[in-house]
């Protein structure tokens, strides 16, 4: 599956053609997921990707295959559902679903769902939100957290990523908003981080207003170069760039990407990228427009 069907917004892939359904049977790595949470009492935590979305690589690379999170993961049955052949089965979980992909979903050992993230999280994100999860905390902890300390920029910090993961903009916006104007030089580190996701909330969720996404990406590399999220929003501004057919910006970003990226995955995925600029057209021509 190729950029001529599918498109690249923020290392995910969202189908522009929509995505082809599978067989409406459920798949059997879920029904053995599910027969094995009953015997052991565990949650299932079920990660639904594609082999051509470069998030879902490094969801397997950075966090799912990680012997970091080993034993935090053994807490769970993990199954890996491969896309679109799991397709009826996402829908069923999260019939609002816009074929964005990676989504993570936990269900109890019946199979409800409990939790679920669409799109980005980096692997410390990853695991904090298990741990969470595990500690007891759903949304409604983070709506009492907020009640109780609704002018502290952490509580404020954490409600805003933890509905931006959601797809939530209606409640995510506004959080990161006021997390923006308690933080404006990012001394106290909360001011990237948050562009960075809010970027790929627009980059994912709001397609129609990737501009955003490049203008958040482009605020962190430029004025908060050092700051930890600088990598990540790098590779994401060249990513949205080629998204939009922009290509030389792309190109421009990919290059730096793959020179001076500390990350290894980064690195491969941008001369990855750049390979498919080298031998594919032109965008207006990928598109299928006039030269």
Same mark, same amino acid.
């Given at each position: 599956?190729?950029l !001529?069907? +599918?498109?690249?917004?923020a290392?995910?892939? +969202?189908a522009?053609?929509?995505?082809?359904?599978?067989a409406? !049977?459920?798949?059997?790595?879920w029904s053995?997921?599910?027969k094995?949470?009953k015997?052991e009492g565990?949650?299932?935590l079920a990660h639904? !990707? =594609?082999p051509?979305?470069?998030t879902?690589?490094r969801?397997n690379a950075e966090?799912?295959?990680?012997?970091?999170?080993a034993s /935090?993961l053994?807490?769970?049955?993990? %199954?890996?559902l491969?896309m679109?052949?799991?397709?009826?089965?996402?829908?069923r979980f999260l019939?609002?679903w816009?074929d %964005?992909? @990676?989504?993570?979903?936990?269900?109890?050992?019946?199979?409800? %769902?409990?939790?679920?993230?669409?799109?980005?999280?980096?692997a410390?994100?990853?695991?904090?939100?298990?741990?969470a999860f595990?500690?007891?905390e759903r949304? =409604?902890?983070?709506e009492?957290?907020l009640?109780?300390r609704?002018?502290?920029l952490?509580?404020?910090y954490?409600?805003a990523v933890?509905?931006l993961e959601?797809?939530?903009?209606?409640?995510? &916006?506004p959080?990161?908003?006021?997390v923006?104007?308690r933080?404006?030089?990012?001394?106290?580190?909360?001011?990237?981080?948050i562009?960075?996701?809010?970027g &790929?909330f627009?980059?994912?969720?709001?397609v129609?207003?990737?501009?955003?996404a490049?203008?958040?990406?482009r605020?962190?590399?430029?004025?908060?170069?050092k !700051?930890?999220v600088a990598?990540?929003?790098?590779?994401y501004?060249a990513?949205?760039?080629?998204?939009?057919?922009?290509?030389?910006?792309?190109?421009?970003?990919?290059t730096? +990407?793959?020179?001076v990226s500390?990350?290894?995955?980064?690195?491969?995925?941008?001369?990855k &990228?750049?390979?498919?600029?080298?031998?594919?057209p032109?965008a207006? /021509?990928?598109?299928g427009e006039? @030269?």
């Open positions: 599956m190729g !001529s069907r +599918v498109m690249l917004i290392g995910t892939i +969202v522009l053609i929509g995505v082809m359904e599978a409406p !049977s459920e798949p059997p790595e053995a997921a599910l094995r949470a015997a565990k949650f299932v639904f !990707s =594609d051509e979305c470069l879902c690589q969801y966090a799912l295959d990680n012997p970091k999170w /935090l053994k807490r769970f049955v993990v %199954v890996r491969p679109p052949q799991s397709t009826p089965l996402l829908r019939p609002k816009r %964005v992909l @990676p989504v993570l979903v936990i269900t109890d050992a019946q199979g409800k %769902v409990q939790e679920f993230v669409i799109g980005h999280l980096p410390e994100t990853f695991a904090a939100y298990l741990q595990l500690r007891g949304t =409604d902890t983070i009492r957290q009640r109780q609704p002018n502290d952490a509580t404020l954490r409600a933890w509905f959601r797809g939530d903009g209606e409640r995510g &916006l959080l990161a908003q006021k923006l104007e933080d404006p030089d990012n001394r106290k580190g909360y001011r990237a981080a562009l960075l996701h809010r &790929l627009y980059a994912t969720h709001r129609r207003q990737a501009h955003l490049l203008d958040d990406f605020t962190i590399v430029t004025q908060f170069p !700051s930890p990598e990540e929003a790098r590779f501004l990513v949205t760039h080629l998204a939009l057919g922009q290509d030389s910006e792309a190109r421009r970003w990919l730096e +990407v793959a020179k500390q990350s290894a995955t980064l690195r491969a995925q941008a001369e &990228l750049l390979r498919f600029l080298d031998k594919e032109p207006n /021509l990928r598109r006039e @030269p």
